[in-house]
């Protein structure tokens, strides 16, 4: 006889342990699945992904008013706008950029092509941004603000990529910065003979909503700067204007916005 058991408590008690069991099991399941399921998601942002995400965040029309307007005797109003002008055989995305001041947008002072493709395996960085001359560069101004029927063909476009000027190494940015991806040239930079220059560097950052950080600079042989901003990068933020959609309309550019969402996601980005 056991003293100070009631009829039916054994049985009571086996039902809230199955109970508390099955709860239990649901809950390591949900945890199981949701850590699998991030990790296909982390998967599946391919080296690709990564540079259709920097083309696409670094085409359309930017200004740095705002940087003007704060600071105007080190930092002017300038016009960028990038956009897609062609795509090489092994899927490299070439852009045609240029830059004016903000009140002579029809007089580019700046007009390059970019060509952006993953990074080389054995390079510790996601995506590689390389920046050409344009054999004739006359003939691209305002390049982005034409319609389709009035830019040079894509073919013509590669034809007209002339010597290589600079390439850029990004990586995604660090957890808990504001950034996407940042970068810069080799240590060792490139020649430039600008306004008394022997070599210059490039530093680049894109953020969140398409915003650029630009810092390039130019250095003589005794490593005094001659050229570029001395406080900081230029910053350029999108104009408000829907001219960006414009852009990408007159070329097959594929990205998709759950695409960026996921590989922001990623970063764990921090405002």
């Known amino acids: 006889m056991v003293i100070g058991s009631e009829p039916g408590s054994g049985s009571s008690d ?6 508390a069991a099955r709860g239990l ?10 850590a699998l399921l991030l990790k296909r998601l982390t998967k599946s942002t391919t080296r690709w992904d990564h540079a259709r995400l920097v083309s696409r965040s670094l085409s359309g029309e930017k200004f740095s008013k705002d940087q003007a307007a704060r600071d105007p005797d080190h930092y002017f109003n300038i016009r960028m ?3 897609p002008a062609a795509e090489m055989v092994d899927g490299s995305n070439v852009l045609y950029f240029e830059q004016a001041f903000w009140r002579t947008p029809q007089k580019p002072f700046r007009q ?4 952006v493709k993953p990074c080389p395996k054995e390079l ?11 054999r004739d560069a006359e003939e691209y101004k305002n390049f982005c603000d034409r319609s389709k029927d009035q830019r040079p063909l894509p073919e013509e476009v590669i034809g007209d990529i002339a ?26 930079s490139f020649p430039n003979l600008w306004n008394g220059a022997a070599y210059c560097t490039s530093e680049l950052a894109i953020h969140k909503n398409n915003e650029i950080h630009a810092w390039d600079r130019g250095f003589d042989g005794d490593g005094n700067q001659v050229w570029g901003p001395k406080e900081g990068p230029y910053e350029f933020k999108p104009a408000p204007a829907s001219s960006t959609n414009d852009m990408f309309s007159s070329l097959n550019f594929p990205i998709q916005q759950s695409m960026e969402k996921r590989i922001e996601g990623s970063f764990v980005l921090q405002e």
Do not use: N
């Not at 086996?14 to 109970?19: I, L, R």
């Not at 010597?163 to 060792?188: A, F, M, N, Q, V």
């Open 14 to 19: 086996s039902a809230g342990g199955w109970s």
């Open 163 to 188: 010597e290589h000027l600079t390439t850029i190494h990004l990586k995604r940015c660090e957890r808990g910065k504001r950034c996407l991806y940042e970068g810069s040239t080799p240590p060792d």
């Open 124 to 134: 510790k960085c996601d995506v590689e941004l390389s920046s050409y001359a344009i």
């Open 25 to 34: 099991l649901v809950k390591t399941l949900v945890m199981i699945g949701g």
């Open 81 to 83: 706008v990038t956009c």
């Open 112 to 115: 390059r092509f970019y060509m």
